[in-house]
């Protein structure tokens, strides 16, 4: 009897340990502020890997952080340009409303600056608000070896030369569109697999989006076609790139 009462006792630290390791705790940001800063949000703490984060503010990174989620209600994930900074996601994350922004238009294209990373087996989604813009500025890198979901008739709009590094899949399920800011817009870099899968007519890429595919060709790009053309207006040159279904 007392044998078994040892192991009994042994078993609940045991599983008590092990519940505290890998507990999620849910951070919400109640003030403009670090990351690394616990004031910044409620309960008061740094959310970390195993986190999940809900952003309604605007909160600066300056380091490298890792979380399991978040979800960007409002305000900003804010890189600091200097620090080369990062936030690697490993779970769920929703982008409903906001900004992500990498502090300046210098770095737009460099992989090591200013990089929001979905590692693989991660999921993020541009939902829920059906006519909201998704601004990524400042040079960001976003970074996906996960999953990325578009959602509703929406646009991500690029400035200070942003740039989307696809490396895993890219799921167009909808008439959503690209646009940029006027000789600042954004880059769409593919090597993994983009998708059209749903929307009734065309995505577009404008003329302030450099778009590439790189090593795929139709095997990756499976269910995209793309087509390119060019158009002259008083203004700049303009030049699109058209997304459709593959018959």
């Not at 404008?206 to 990756?220: I, M």
């Amino acid at each position: 009897m007392k044998k078994n009462y040892s192991f009994l006792l042994v078993f609940l630290f045991l599983f008590s340990c092990s519940s505290a390791i890998f507990a999620q705790t849910t951070y919400t940001s109640i003030k403009n502020g670090n990351w690394g800063n616990s004031s910044t949000w409620t309960p008061a703490g740094v959310p970390g890997a195993g986190d999940f984060a809900i952003i309604s503010k605007t909160v600066e990174i300056n380091e490298t952080h890792e979380i399991t989620g978040f979800e960007l209600r409002s305000g900003s994930i804010m890189f600091e340009d200097t620090a080369s900074p990062s936030l690697t996601v490993t779970g769920n994350a929703l982008w409903i409303n906001g900004t992500i922004n990498g502090g300046s238009g210098v770095h737009g294209g460099n992989a090591v600056n200013n990089t929001l990373l979905l590692a693989e087996g991660s999921t993020l989604t541009f939902g829920e608000d059906p006519e909201s813009y998704y601004f990524l500025e400042g040079g960001t890198n976003l970074i996906n070896r996960g999953t990325i979901i578009l959602q509703g008739n929406t646009s991500i709009y690029a400035r200070g030369f942003s740039i989307i590094i696809n490396e895993g899949v890219f799921d167009l399920q909808s008439d959503a569109n690209f646009s940029g800011s006027t000789f600042s817009g954004g880059r769409f870099l593919n090597t993994g697999l983009l998708k059209k899968s749903g929307g009734t007519d065309i995505t577009l890429f404008d003329g302030w989006w450099n778009f590439e595919n790189q090593g795929g060709g139709q095997n990756l790009v499976s269910r995209v076609k793309d087509t390119f053309s060019r158009e002259y207006f008083p203004v700049p040159r303009q030049a699109r790139c058209v997304l459709t279904e593959h018959p």
